[in-house]
């Protein structure tokens, strides 16, 4: 055992406010370009192209709810080959947050919106044929300014931790989490360098690298100076906070779901609806949508009766109408299989692009077949959809 970092661990966990001052230190620099680096090490490249597990008998990848991030697009499907190394048939789709990017001829986005029928921020999977892009420019725009005001929530997290107006949001975090004076001050002093240095460092920070995130990404670096205890106290704390400003932040800047559906239908785009669970109003809002994912890994407790509730749907269409598809979706997170296994978030790193265990569950496939449904068969009508 390394003695003297066990002393020094040792002390800064003592005494971690009075080690911690606001100068912005060489390590503070190191660490912000580390966190929004794009760039990936040797390292992990290996990680992302060696998945930790085959299914050579899995002949067909629907995979229409993943999130690329920063990860090559060619890295991504070269991991997909090696995951399923006998696939005759599949549809691939990335659906980044608010970004639309185009793998093998298709293009797709995560779209946040609002319903303002029950007041909720609600969530769409939108999918092209890449070619319809070229008559895409209002719905562009549309996505860069919900981007933008969804990059927008880090600020208000930022200031929710520094500013004296937010002080009723501290207190609150604080009292659910058992946060003292020491760690609220020790937050308060690493959040306002981490603002300093995104304010330096504007010019170069990768957009996509403006979330949330990185505030847990910042202070996970101080590991290297603290001890992994108090950092853990810490990480407790900022998503009590996270959860506070989330519950505050005004969706009404966000385009109303309608008008993301109208814009995506006039392209001839498809929509799926990503784990209404979350959000069950929107199983009786009747949108106009090709379908409802009934599983991932965020969304599973209800798998069963959602398949059962599109079924119904389906029944009661009239004639010429289509049924509603039912999907399931990974919600993969690139991103997170390159970051360093010790800052991993162990759930959302092990989750792969195509492995959605649940149509392959006993249980679950005995209301697929009654629903007529399966992988197979989604695969072919959905594509047959964005022609």
């Known amino acids: 055992m390394d003695t003297s970092k066990s002393s020094r661990a040792a002390e800064s966990l003592a005494h971690p406010v009075q080690s911690f001052t606001e100068e912005i230190t060489e390590h503070d620099r190191a660490s912000y370009l580390k966190v929004v680096t794009t760039e990936l090490t040797d390292a992990q490249r290996a990680r992302i192209l060696t998945p930790p597990r085959v299914y050579p008998r899995q002949d067909s990848i629907l995979a229409l709810h993943w999130h690329s991030e920063f990860v090559p697009l060619d890295m991504v499907t070269e991991r997909i080959r ?3 190394p006998n696939s005759d048939l599949e549809l691939i789709i990335p659906t ?16 946040d919106c609002y319903s303002r ?41 930022i200031d929710t931790i520094l500013e004296e107006k937010y002080e009723d949001r501290v207190q609150e975090a604080a009292a659910t989490t058992g946060a003292d004076d020491d760690l609220i001050r020790f937050v308060r002093t690493g959040t306002s360098k981490l603002r300093k ?24 670096t101080l590991r290297d100076l603290y001890d992994d205890r ?13 959860r506070i400003v989330k519950r505050h932040f005004s969706f009404t800047h966000f385009y109303e779901t309608h008008e993301i ?18 959000f069950w109003p929107i199983l009786l809002a009747d949108y106009d949508v090709d ?19 599109v079924d119904r749907k389906n029944k009661r269409l009239h004639q010429g109408e289509r049924p509603l598809l039912i999907t399931m979706g990974d919600d993969c997170h690139m991103g997170e299989k390159a970051k360093d296994p010790q800052y991993q978030d162990t759930e ?40």
């Open 82 to 84: 090696a995951t399923f």
């Open 96 to 111: 980044d947050h608010n970004t639309i990017n185009v793998l093998n001829g298709y293009a797709g986005a995560e779209v």
């Open 117 to 157: 029928e029950f007041a909720r921020k609600v969530q769409l999977l939108i999918h092209f044929e890449a070619s319809r892009l070229a008559n895409a420019n209002v719905f562009k725009n549309m996505l860069s300014h919900t981007f933008r005001y969804r990059s927008s929530q880090l600020y208000e997290f």
């Open 197 to 220: 240095l995104i304010d330096q460092n504007y010019a170069i920070t990768p957009p996509e690298m403006l979330r949330n995130k990185i505030i847990k990404y910042y202070f996970d």
């Open 230 to 242: 108090y950092i853990n106290r810490v990480q407790i704390f900022l998503q009590a906070i996270k």
């Open 261 to 278: 559906i109208e814009e995506v239908r006039y392209l001839g785009g498809g929509i799926i609806v990503p784990h209404p669970e979350q």
């Open 291 to 309: 379908g409802y994912e009934v599983w991932n890994p965020q969304s599973r407790e209800y798998t069963d009766f959602l398949i059962n509730v």
């Open 348 to 387: 959302k790193a092990s989750r792969e692009i195509g492995v959605q265990p649940a149509w392959d569950d006993l249980a679950v496939r005995k209301s697929l077949i009654l629903a007529n449904i399966d992988r197979r068969r989604v695969i072919e009508e959905y594509k047959n959809r964005l022609l």
